[in-house]
């Protein structure tokens, strides 16, 4: 498994803007599609977003989508993920996670990650 440790979350306003990024290690990140999740209180966990090993197409929620963008860096073992116009529903946990790919394509809704970070709060003010 790759190991996966997120960083750059906080507290914001509403309308703001902020990046996470995952920081991978173990594995040859390239091999691996990642993926964006949320979790917040008294809610299921949820994908907002996904993208391919190569970083040439992804997918994202109709609640993120326009306003988070997921990119990556295979030199850098890094998945970030932008957020503009951020929300008070923005408000949760949000873990990376990646799984091992055979094909360039981002992971579909309902599939398996394999391995997960810790989580970054996200709190998001009005």
């Known amino acids: 498994q790759v190991q996966l440790v997120e960083s750059g979350g906080g507290l914001v306003q509403a309308g703001d803007s902020l990046r996470l990024s995952c920081a991978a290690s173990?594995?040859?990140?390239?091999?691996?599609?990642m993926g964006w999740f949320r979790q917040a209180p008294g809610k299921e966990r949820e994908l907002i977003t996904a993208?391919?090993?190569?970083?040439?197409?992804?997918h994202y929620a109709d609640s993120v989508k326009g306003r988070f963008t997921i990119s990556r860096d295979n030199a850098k073992n890094t998945v970030y993920l932008q957020m503009n116009s951020l929300k008070p529903e923005d408000t949760a946990v949000y873990y990376c996670a990646a799984e091992y790919s055979d094909f360039d394509l981002p992971v579909p809704p309902g599939r398996r990650f394999g391995s997960w970070g810790q989580g970054t709060q996200v709190t998001v003010s009005s």
């Open positions: 993208i391919s090993r190569s970083g040439g197409s992804a």
């Open positions: 173990g594995r040859t990140f390239r091999n691996y599609a």
